[in-house]
């Protein structure tokens, strides 16, 4: 499982590598912006070797603000891009630590956003006037796709064999979906990279847009002849195969790429619109209708029935409002109390099993929701003796949470022997 996350932590920075690349390129020169997007896997790779070590969260914080000034001391130095720099190590490490900890992988999800924001960033690249940017961009893409295609597959296969572990036995069709998946995939990257550059589709589809409008004003226009299209510009709109004498199969193949892509671009445009549209309608709505139910009251009862007051519910939204950010801003400067500090028995035994659900997860165990500490301890190991510190360890949790009884000197003393390494 931890192989798993490794691989998919790795695959995910580059996925970004675009974006990443796109940002740096304005604060230092291309080949040094590639070249420390490529660097960013070894922060990822070096956070999760940290994390193996099971640090402290103020000693993580600590370590990872010095390597992120180390890179950007040997590197980017100390200017705006510097600041770029360290800005992406401390994310990256805090990404490592958080989805470790919580098990929450957006994989899937950063899969499908890259391979949208790819479209608009290979369009950029290559209306771009300078070379390099054209190069280190393309192949920043081209290793974001391959990326992205890889997680998908990766991530559908690992949630089809855990399905099929915990649920039932449906190995041989599962696996015949994965193979149907994984080709479906590769035929489409073969399909689209066999005729010509991806680039030359995105230059197909801009000059028909281009030329749809051009022809769309002709028509407003008074003079007819600004309407019609140059000899030359036809034959470069339906000659754009990248060969010389192209076969009458090759044209069509090139022909519905190019419709494709056409169909691809703008329906994405008509989607982003939509919504966005959809959103402001939205707003406005629950803003009007915020402001509006300001204007009536309710009754309010409290549980023993002796209070009865009108409350408007204008100011209980405000209230609400001001609550949410108040609680949003309770832990930002609580600093957890350290475990020598502590004086109740039964407080050391709620922190040895929380530092015992954390080693769990550090190691890649599934923690399922509203799991009990018995069944989280029987789940952790199999081997006699860990069971049986296991099964002690819960002993001991359960009687100080639900009886608020501390455990005996002795069995504490075992519990922090072992979560503690004393």
């Keep these: ?71 950007v001391f040997f590197t980017a130095g100390i200017n705006a891009g510097g600041l770029v720099v360290f800005a992406a190590g401390i994310f990256i490490f805090s990404h ?39 190069f280190f961009g393309n192949i920043a893409i081209g290793i974001s796709v391959a990326a992205s295609v890889t997680v998908l597959v990766i991530k559908q296969v690992d949630d089809s064999r855990r399905f099929g572990k915990n649920s039932m036995d449906i190995s041989s069709i599962q696996q015949k979906n994965n193979r149907i998946f994984a080709g479906l995939l590769l035929i489409i990257l073969i399909f689209a990279g066999s005729f010509g550059q991806v680039t030359e589709i995105y230059k197909f589809v801009f000059r028909t847009i281009g030329w749809l409008f051009s022809a769309l004003a002709g028509l407003f226009a008074s003079n007819d002849k600004d309407a019609a299209l140059p000899d030359m510009q036809v034959q470069e709109l339906l000659m754009n195969a990248g060969t010389e004498d192209p ?11 190019h419709v494709l892509g056409v169909l691809l671009v703008v329906g994405f445009i008509f989607l982003a619109f939509y919504h966005l549209v959809k959103f402001i309608i939205n707003m406005a709505i629950r803003l009007i209708n ?11 009862v409290s549980e023993c029935g002796h209070t009865d007051e ?13 609550n949410r950010f108040k609680n949003a801003a309770s832990g930002i400067f609580a600093r957890e109390i350290p475990y020598d500090s502590l004086t109740d028995d039964v407080a050391k035994v709620r922190r040895l099993m929380k ?22 301890c029987r789940d952790a190991g199999a081997e006699p003796e860990a069971m049986q510190f296991n099964s002690l360890l819960a002993q001991c949790y359960d009687s100080a949470r639900y009886a608020d009884l501390a455990p005996e ?14």
């Design 1 to 71: 499982m931890f192989g798993i996350f490794t691989l998919t932590s790795i695959l995910e920075m580059l996925m970004l590598m675009p974006g990443a690349y796109m940002v740096l390129q304005f604060f230092m020169p291309p080949v040094t912006a590639f070249m420390l997007t490529c660097l960013f896997n070894v922060l990822v790779l070096a956070a999760i070797f940290i994390c193996r070590l099971k640090p402290g969260p103020f000693v993580y914080k600590v370590v990872t603000v010095v390597i992120s000034a180390l890179v």
């Design 96 to 134: 490592v630590r958080t989805v470790l900890a919580t098990g929450r992988d957006m994989g899937v999800q950063v899969a499908l956003t890259s391979i949208t924001i790819n479209i608009l960033l290979a369009i950029v690249f290559v209306n771009s006037d300078r070379s390099s940017l054209i």
């Design 247 to 257: 076969s009458l199969l090759q044209k069509i193949f090139i022909i519905v790429i």
């Design 290 to 300: 915020w402001f509006k139910s300001g204007q009536h009251f309710v009754d309010v």
């Design 310 to 322: 009108k409350e408007s519910l204008l100011d209980r939204n405000l209230k609400n409002f001001v």
């Design 355 to 376: 530092y015992f659900i954390r080693g769990l997860r550090l190691r890649g165990v599934r923690i399922p929701p509203a799991s009990t500490a018995r069944e989280l």
């Design 409 to 422: 000197k002795e069995q504490l003393g075992l519990l922090e022997e072992k979560l503690l390494e004393k």
